[in-house]
């Protein structure tokens, strides 16, 4: 790629490679529908608020790389990402590098446990793996398309960035803050999923209670106590 990606660019595009992998039934997505997965506040770093001109001018300069296409639905036109045939990288270096844009730099270990709604590494050895493969990428293929940060002081891992958007300060981002440990970004993530089942489940029981003519649980126990 020999333009680099604008940071909106960047996040219109890593959010079609993410729905497309965890929320196959809502993909190819709206423009309106991209608008809410780039400005969500879970798995953002940072946390944006893209507006639809936005959005649509990264989608248009996107689609001049080939990287998205539209296609025409009943009366919405839909978007979806051509990242891995454009770039010719294998699924799992397009989900490190999804990952990436989305979330910022990443240690390997932040990144497998990340990585578990789209792609479910074996070990941190084999996300090691296919970042080295993107990192001695040859210039005839593009060259590298992420790079290894100096380790920040304190630090147990190195963390990783992308280079989609051009060089980056490597110096600058090694000594910045992580936006969440490994441990604490697989706890919010797995409260999250468990609030949005425990909230559907509960969707679910009110409304066969309904239609069976039943009170609710929680109401047939303040009925009893009455």
């Given at each position: 790629m020999t333009t680099p990606l604008t940071f909106d660019e960047s996040r219109v595009l890593g959010t079609l490679m993410e729905k497309a992998r965890t929320v196959p039934d809502s993909y190819p997505m709206s423009l309106n529908a991209l608008i809410g997965g780039?400005?969500?506040?879970?798995?953002?770093?940072?946390v944006t608020q893209l507006s639809e001109a936005q959005v649509q001018e990264a989608l248009d300069g996107l689609k001049q790389r080939s990287l998205v296409f539209a296609s025409s639905g009943n009366r919405v036109t839909r978007w979806e990402h051509n990242f891995q045939r454009a770039m010719q990288v294998p699924e799992q270096s397009a989900v490190l590098l999804g990952l990436l844009m989305l979330r910022g730099p990443q240690t390997a270990g932040e990144l497998r446990i990340?990585?578990?709604?789209?792609?479910?590494?074996a070990d941190i050895s084999s996300v090691e793996a296919f970042l080295d493969e993107l990192q001695s990428r040859p210039d005839d293929r593009g060259g590298p398309l992420v790079v290894?940060?100096?380790?920040?002081p304190g630090a147990r891992e190195a963390r990783w960035a992308h280079l989609l958007c051009g060089p980056v300060d490597a110096a600058a981002l090694a000594t910045a803050p992580s936006a969440s440990e490994p441990a604490d970004g697989a706890l919010l993530?797995?409260?999250a999923t468990l609030e949005n089942e425990v909230a559907a489940m509960r969707a679910w029981v009110l409304d066969i209670c309904g239609q069976l003519g039943l009170s609710p649980p929680g109401q047939l126990e303040s009925n009893d106590r009455a």
């Open positions: 780039c400005n969500q506040k879970s798995s953002r770093d940072p990340h990585s578990e709604r789209w792609y479910r590494f290894q940060l100096p380790r920040a993530e797995r409260v």
